[in-house]
């Protein structure tokens, strides 16, 4: 969980910050959601495999979620209720560019994780230790 919560959130940051710096508010907000979305579903479709195909659950999935998300900036009484506005080329390229990243980000983080003990407890949530069982006769 916390290797795919790095590699959603570090993508969106990226962009966000890239385009602040352009004195683009109202896009680097726009940018940043599409960026989290987009990040999300690159790693459920990267995740969602079986036997070596994606699931169509999973394929109906995304593309309903990349519809609505398409909608949220094409649909104008939409994208004024989330207070979104269209993405320049750049915007979209930061998008676009950060999905893929995350997918990258998320299977290095997973394979340091698996390769290096050391980072493990850095990488993986804290577990709490749970306290035995009494049985009753």
Do not use: C
Not at 31 to 60: H, M, N
Not at 65 to 90: E, G, H, Y
Request: no cysteine.
């Amino acid at each position: 969980v916390l290797n795919r919560g790095t590699a959603t959130a570090l993508p969106a940051l990226v962009s966000y910050l890239i385009l602040l710096g352009t004195n683009a508010l109202p896009e680097a907000r726009s940018v940043a959601f599409a960026s989290i979305v987009g990040t999300q579903l690159a790693q459920t479709l990267d995740a969602g495999r079986s036997e070596g195909a994606l699931t169509k659950p999973v394929l109906a999935a995304v593309a309903g979620s990349v519809s609505v998300l398409l909608a949220a900036f094409a649909v104008p009484p939409v994208r004024n209720f989330l207070q979104l506005v269209v993405p320049s080329p750049l915007g979209w390229a930061l998008i676009g560019s950060g999905t893929l990243t995350a997918v990258v980000l998320h299977r290095l983080l997973d394979f340091l994780g698996k390769k290096s003990p050391a980072l493990t407890p850095l990488l993986a949530p804290p577990r709490l230790p749970l306290a035995p069982m009494q049985l009753s006769q």
